[in-house]
């Protein structure tokens, strides 16, 4: 019987040190193949994907190039607008105070004038009443002289 006999473990005891013996290196070389293989398309993949990188930053500053762009014309735009709308508001303002400036003085100036018109014929009134007293004077004291 050789299942228990001692030359059948004898030949398990070898088979199992072969296989321990055979079988790593044996494993070692597979996984080291399959480790190039892998470390191989890992590179080709990390390439590939600095190169989309690359490309991805590439469009994402074209992007913000145009953006960036797009906002300075259409704030160009707006501010033009506003300063359109503000000088065309400063003027309809400046002309508005122009006016109420003009009516002032003008009311001014007729305020000087009737004044200076009253002035001038109370002064015409008084210089008269003057003149008129002297003539009278004049009249009396040249009867007075021409009555002696």
Do not use: C, W
């Given at each position: ?14 088979t199992v040190l ?32 600095n190169n989309q ?96």
């Open positions: 019987m050789y299942f228990g006999s001692v030359k059948f473990f004898k030949h398990l005891i070898v072969l296989i321990m013996l055979i079988l790593p290196p044996f494993f070692a070389a597979i996984f080291a193949v399959r480790y190039a293989k892998i470390s191989e398309e890992l590179e080709k993949l990390d390439g590939k994907l990188m690359i490309e991805l930053q590439a469009r994402v500053d074209n992007t913000i190039d145009e953006k960036i762009t797009s906002l300075d014309s259409s704030i160009n735009l707006q501010l033009k607008k506003y300063n359109t709308e503000l000088d065309s508001s400063i003027e309809s303002r400046n002309a508005d105070l122009q006016k109420r400036i003009n009516a002032y003085v003008g009311y001014q100036l007729e305020e000087l004038r009737d004044e200076l018109n009253y002035s001038i014929r109370s002064e015409y009134a008084a210089l008269f009443n003057q003149l008129k007293d002297y003539a009278g004077a004049q009249k009396a004291g040249a009867q007075a002289v021409s009555k002696p």
